[in-house]
């Protein structure tokens, strides 16, 4: 990790819990997803405080590729709709639905939508509009999805786009009562991988895979990042995580709930390297990135971030995890993956937005100078690339 100058203070907080109560007045659902793409509320054990967690990234305000119910089918954009059926669902047992667009075969983009995180009676609450139960639609055609932008290295590259609506991060694989009449169907996991066998039977011959994630998807990107490195052995693999960066082990008792909660201990890869973990020591943010990176060196890790991410910063703040200075937790996070040995790139943007892949941050971004697209591009490309860490994080 490289070393950087001293930071000046985070912004300003006057008011968290009132920050938190106008994001979810705004947190009503638009056209089936969340309108603030994906706050999470989460009540603590024993503390009935409430938190926002694992916002999107600006997936969410226009309908650009709405499907139908009829099975597959192809937008004007030739984005094509798949319901893949079998024990695939969302959390409230609602069809799942995936979207592919083929273009070179070669070079394939793997995309886990954001969305957020429930695991309690509280926080999966169907009408609570908190996080998103069904699939309606599929990508906006804005930041690596603007495919007719000249800037976007992305262009020509397949892609397969997973919606998220099971409330695990793409991780579950439970069907879990959380109260009488609330049973929610975590099956994360069982969609993910069935986007990803589509993956392989679509492009068998792929070289170049990204594995992108937002948000709540980021945190999951290194996993599926290590099973197109066993599927597909010999394509150059790389993660672009954005926007968990800050993201450390949580607390044990939060941990515990989301491992029995979505079935975590019949998702862990039978791995080489798992066998001395514990399925808790896997499952944290930096976990997965180390466990990934220990199984499948070759792969190319990166994350993107801002230096005051606001959601991030009010949910782990919530969960009890100090976050006012959340650049601290984000270089710290870099050093723990770092020290176990994973080589980890790392792009940190100054401010407080959240994410930038599926949005016009991803060409605007430029601290210092360096494009984040340009860096994107160089890196993908299999150019070498330093890490990008703000000098002045705070400015907006």
Avoid at 29 to 48: E, K, Y
Avoid at 56 to 64: K, L, M, S
Avoid at 353 to 371: K, N, Q, V
Wanted: charged share 20%; hydrophobic share 40%.
């Amino acid at each position: 990790m490289d070393e950087t100058p001293e930071q000046p203070p985070p912004p300003d907080e006057d008011d968290d819990e009132e920050e938190h109560r106008a994001w979810s007045r705004r947190g009503i659902l638009r056209g089936g997803r969340l309108a603030i793409a994906g706050v999470v509320v989460v009540t603590l054990l024993g503390g009935g405080a409430a938190l926002a967690l694992d916002g999107g990234g600006g997936n969410g305000d226009d309908d650009t590729a709405n499907s139908s119910d009829d099975g597959p089918s192809v937008d004007a954009a030739g984005w094509e709709r798949i319901v893949p059926g079998g024990d695939c669902q969302c959390s409230d047992g609602s069809e799942f639905s995936f979207w592919v667009r083929e273009a070179a075969p070669e070079k394939v983009v793997f995309f886990l939508q954001d969305g957020g995180r429930c695991f309690s009676a509280e926080t999966c609450a169907p009408d609570s509009g908190l996080y998103n139960t069904t699939v309606t639609e599929g990508p906006d055609q804005d930041g690596v999805f603007d495919l007719a932008d000249e800037r976007n290295p992305f262009a020509d590259y397949s892609f397969v786009f997973v919606p998220y609506c099971t409330g695990d991060v793409h991780l579950g694989n439970a069907t879990t009562e959380y109260a009488p009449g609330l049973t929610i169907q975590h099956k994360g996991y069982v969609n993910g991988t069935a986007a990803l066998d589509h993956l392989f039977a679509a492009f068998p011959s792929a070289t170049e895979v990204v594995v992108m994630g937002e948000s709540a998807g980021s945190v999951a990107a290194p996993l599926y990042a290590g099973l197109v490195a066993d599927r597909l052995p010999g394509a150059r693999v790389t993660v672009l995580a954005n926007g968990s960066g800050g993201t450390p082990d949580l607390p044990d008792d939060i941990t515990d709930r989301m491992v029995a909660g979505w079935g975590l201990a019949d998702v862990i890869p039978p791995w080489p390297e798992n066998a001395d973990v514990t399925v808790e020591q896997w499952a944290s943010v930096p976990g997965l990135f180390i466990q990934s990176g220990r199984h499948a060196p070759e792969i190319v890790f990166a994350r993107i971030d801002y230096a005051y991410d606001a959601r991030q910063r009010l949910g782990l703040s919530l969960f009890g995890v100090p976050a006012d200075d959340l650049l601290s937790l984000i270089d710290a996070n870099e050093t723990q993956i770092e020290a176990a040995g994973v080589n980890l790139l790392s792009y940190v943007a100054p401010g407080d937005d959240h994410t930038a892949l599926s949005s016009g941050r991803f060409y605007s971004e430029s601290p210092d100078g360096e494009m984040l697209v340009d860096w994107v591009a160089r890196l993908i490309g299999g150019e070498p690339v330093d890490d990008v860490h703000c000098l002045d994080c705070t400015a907006e």
